[in-house]
């Protein structure tokens, strides 16, 4: 006889829950979003596992003097926020991850874990300009907006690509950025 499984009233809502948050994301295939963050998130994920363990051991020590304690904590401390850094700053859908979103309407810029994300209009673009680690936007209102980056190469061309695409049919004039 097959038992089957009835999840309970609790999992259920949670279950209900988590569809409705990602039937809600927008997943749009006409959006593209490019990472802007450097580093790897694999690394990030081991470094808070080795504090963690670190302070677990400082704290497990059975001759505990006041100094390993505090030790101990900031490293649980430390730990944490490692984790946390590697869940949001490589995620598409964070709202702290350095990215540029993409779509045909408007790009949007962040390129500070602090800063809010720079939404511009493609309409109001009159030129944008590749310089060494830089893109810079130039704005109908005869203003600039410069995203400055640190990435791979791979992204870099990633980047430029999909700003061409959407920037040459709306005759914005590119300068540089061609190799």
Known sequence: MHKMFIASKSSQRHISATFATISKMNINKDE????????NRILWVFMALIFFINGIIHLANEQIEWYYLILGIAMIALSISQAFYAIHAYSEISRYSLKVRVNKKIIELKNSFRKRTHSINWSDIKLIH???Y???FDLNNETKV??????KLKKYKEL????REIAEPQNIQIIGGYH
């Open 32 to 39: 593209r979003t490019i990472l802007l963050e450097p580093g």
């Open 160 to 163: 430029k690509r999909i700003l």
């Open 146 to 151: 410069a995203l400055p980056y640190n990435i």
């Open 130 to 132: 590749f310089a060494s």
């Open 134 to 136: 830089k893109v810079e």
